[in-house]
C-alpha cells in the first residue's frame, strides 16, 4: 500500500516527517495525511518521492515491497554528495593558494621593487610581503581541512 512505502522510505532514510516534507515542498501535515491512508500524493508529489527516494512511480504505487538497498543506496548518494562538494571547494581552495603563492615567488623574482613596495606600504608590523604569503598559506590550510575533514 502507498501510504505503508511512504512511511518505510521515509523510516529507513532516518527522517521525520518534517524533514521529509522540507525535502519534497508540502506540510509536515501533508506526509502525515499520505501515512495515514487519509489521502493520497498529487502526481506532482509522487514524481517528487520516486525522486527523492531513488524508486519508480510504479514501485512506489505497486504491491511489491521496495528493495532495502534502494534506499540504502540513495542514503549513500546523499552523503557522498554533500563530501564531494566540500572537497571539490577544499581542492579549489588548496589550489588557489598554492597559484597565488608561485605567481607571489616569480613576481618577486621578476619585480623586487615592487616587493619593497609592498612592504613599505603595509601599516602592520609584519611586512606586506608576509601577510599575503600568510594569507595564501591560509586558503591552503583550510582547502587541506575541507578536503580531509570526515563527516
Same mark, same amino acid.
Not at 74 to 87: A, F, I, N
Not at 97 to 111: P, V
Not at 121 to 149: D, E, H, P, Q, R
Given at each position: 500500500?502507498?501510504?505503508? @512505502?511512504?512511511? $518505510?522510505?521515509? #523510516?529507513? &532514510? =532516518?527522517? +521525520?516527517? *518534517?524533514?521529509?516534507?522540507?525535502?519534497?515542498?508540502?506540510?509536515?501535515?501533508?506526509?502525515?495525511?499520505?501515512?495515514?491512508?487519509?489521502?493520497?500524493?498529487?502526481?506532482?508529489?509522487?514524481?517528487?518521492?520516486?525522486?527523492?527516494?531513488?524508486?519508480?512511480?510504479?514501485?512506489?504505487?505497486?504491491?511489491?515491497?521496495?528493495?532495502?538497498?534502494?534506499?540504502? @543506496?540513495?542514503? $549513500?548518494?546523499? #552523503?557522498? &554528495? =554533500?563530501? +564531494?562538494? *566540500?572537497?571539490?571547494?577544499?581542492?579549489?581552495?588548496?589550489?588557489?593558494?598554492?597559484?597565488?603563492?608561485?605567481?607571489?615567488?616569480?613576481?618577486?623574482?621578476?619585480?623586487?621593487?615592487?616587493?619593497?613596495?609592498?612592504?613599505?606600504?603595509?601599516?602592520?608590523?609584519?611586512?606586506?610581503?608576509?601577510?599575503?604569503?600568510?594569507?595564501?598559506?591560509?586558503?591552503?590550510?583550510?582547502?587541506?581541512?575541507?578536503?580531509?575533514?570526515?563527516?
Amino acid at each position: 500500500m502507498l501510504s505503508e @512505502k511512504i512511511y $518505510k522510505l521515509r #523510516r529507513k &532514510s =532516518g527522517l +521525520s516527517q *518534517e524533514q521529509l516534507a522540507e525535502k519534497i515542498g508540502v506540510s509536515r501535515q501533508a506526509i502525515s495525511k499520505w501515512e495515514g491512508g487519509s489521502s493520497t500524493p498529487e502526481l506532482d508529489k509522487l514524481m517528487a518521492l520516486s525522486e527523492f527516494f531513488n524508486v519508480t512511480i510504479d514501485e512506489l504505487t505497486s504491491e511489491q515491497d521496495i528493495n532495502a538497498d534502494t534506499v540504502d @543506496k540513495e542514503r $549513500k548518494t546523499v #552523503r557522498d &554528495s =554533500g563530501k +564531494s562538494t *566540500e572537497s571539490k571547494i577544499g581542492i579549489g581552495m588548496c589550489l588557489m593558494g598554492a597559484a597565488c603563492l608561485c605567481l607571489f615567488g616569480i613576481f618577486m623574482l621578476i619585480q623586487p621593487s615592487a616587493f619593497s613596495q609592498i612592504n613599505e606600504s603595509s601599516v602592520i608590523t609584519l611586512n606586506g610581503a608576509g601577510i599575503l604569503v600568510i594569507l595564501f598559506v591560509l586558503f591552503m590550510v583550510i582547502g587541506m581541512v575541507m578536503i580531509l575533514k570526515k563527516k
